[in-house]
């Protein structure tokens, strides 16, 4: 049985984590390369580096962090933000990210996930999808959820798995920052509906909660920002209390 991934995201700007980190220990909570280092040394199974700087010098500050990230650590990671080009992933994934995530631009340009999956592989392409549930129907928001559209959450998702991607980060906007648990009925739909690996994210406040996307949402992973950054919850801790749910983990032992 395949093991059920804990995915700490990162937000990074101008080459910095922001969005509170609260890592005393740390010599610089700000650096992503030493938060990296530091989730994988404790049980973190993947990482994800979302770039919300939106300055001209982006591409190569990210492509920059992606080299120095890759040289520390030995688990995957995804990066994403701002991605709208073959030419974006080819420099990230050179210099060793293991995955990109696109989410405006493919809603804005469909064809790019074809693109992407023909030239780099499907496993390599993770499509994220912010939506909010309004009057009972989820719909597609874009930028950072400002921008709302007519797309319906899981037609858009079928769409995106038929056109080559390797796997959904789907977020839900209505949970996102309550820590009230994830969506798990629309992610139960979702992972139902779809043959990729639905990874839930938006609503993470307890270990609790990480059960039941996994029991309840059937997601394949769970990702998680603050109760980790704030080490409210530990990973080490976490997968420990799914083990003892019954919900297969990877364990460092």
Known sequence: MLTKRIIPCLDIKNGRTVKGINFLDLRDAGDPVELAKFYSENGADELVFLDISATEERRKTLADLVLKVAETINIPFTVGGGISSVEDVEILL???ADKVSINSSAVKNPQLINDLASRFGSQCIVVAIDAKQIDGNWKVHLVGGKVPTELDLFEWAKEV?????????????????????FANEALSKLSTGLNIPII???GAGTMQHFTDAFVEGKADAALAASVFHF???TISDL???LQTQGIPVRIIT
């Not at 798995?161 to 648990?181: H, P, V, W």
């Open 239 to 241: 997968k420990n209390e």
């Open 161 to 181: 798995e038929q056109r080559g991607a390797g796997e959904i980060l789907f977020t839900s906007m209505n949970n996102d920052g309550t820590k009230n648990g």
């Open 231 to 233: 080490k409210e919850i």
């Open 200 to 202: 839930a994210s938006g």
């Open 94 to 96: 050179n210099n060793g």
